[in-house]
T-cell receptor, first 112, second 114 residues
Framework: KNQVEQSPQSLIILEGKNCTLQ??????????LRWYKQDTGRGPVSLTI?????NTKSNGRYTATLDADTKQSSLHITASQLSDSASYIC???????????FGAGTTVTVRA | DAGITQSPRHKVTETGTPVTLRCHQT?????MYWYRQDPGHGLRLIHY???????DKGEVSDGYSVSRSKTEDFLLTLESATSSQTSVYFC?????????????FGEGSRLTVL
């Protein structure tokens, strides 16, 4: 059973609008939570990484939040651009371990 | 980004044939990984390496083998390809075991087994 669930599976937004992606996980204990962006036909690229003690982390127009008590994270995209069209993957890692649990991703399509 | 290159980027083969995918990194990272990505699934670990000639199995290792003769190269071999191994394969590397120093991915190798 996947320990990382993402929602929605896909969404379409208009350029300039904001959107929020959700990630729920059951990995426990965990070391850090990351969000990756994966463009079509490319490898994933790291956007943010948060340890269990951090609540928020920003990278430009991307802001990730983490609630370790409820085991939830979100990725907020502000003022979306066409280049934000991609799959966004939530990844949770266990302490002192190479093991990573990957969500299936949310596909975001930004339309002009 | 770390310099990780995969080859070939695309390959079509027939059931029962052997296939080798190559991953080359220029960052002198100690740890290297092979994942497969399928629709509706998160990336799943096939095998990983924690040093030259040191490898171990991941969660979906059946039907796959790996070798690492040099720090920079990590090979994934399908001894006898099956249609269920049609997938996109990603190589990744990290400087440390816990990947907190970063996990860097290659561009992927799309394999189709007919």
């Amino acid at each position: 059973k996947n320990q990382v669930e993402q929602s929605p599976q896909s969404l379409i937004i208009l350029e300039g609008k904001n959107c929020t992606l959700q990630c729920n996980y059951t990995v426990s204990p965990f070391s850090n939570l990351r969000w990756y962006k994966q463009d079509t036909g490319r490898g994933p690229v790291s956007l943010t990484i948060m340890t269990f003690s951090e609540n928020t982390k920003s990278n430009g127009r991307y802001t990730a939040t983490l609630d370790a008590d409820t085991k939830q994270s979100s990725l907020h995209i502000t003022a979306s651009q066409l280049s934000d069209s991609a799959s966004y993957i939530c990844v949770v890692s266990e302490p002192n371990d190479y093991k990573l649990s990957f969500g299936a991703g949310t596909t975001v399509t930004v339309r002009a | 980004d770390a310099g990780i290159t995969q080859s070939p980027r695309h390959k079509v083969t027939e059931t029962g044939t052997p296939v080798t995918l190559r991953c080359h990194q220029t960052e002198n990272h100690r740890y290297m990984y092979w994942y497969r990505q399928d629709p509706g699934h998160g990336l799943r670990l096939i095998h990983y390496s924690y040093g030259v000639k040191d490898t171990d199995k991941g969660e979906v290792s059946d039907g796959y083998s790996v070798s690492r003769s040099k720090t920079e190269d990590f090979l994934l071999t399908l001894e006898s390809a099956t249609s269920s191994q049609t997938s996109v394969y990603f190589c990744a590397s990290s400087p440390g075991q816990d990947t907190q120093g970063g996990l860097f991915f290659g561009e992927g190798s799309r394999l189709t087994v007919l």
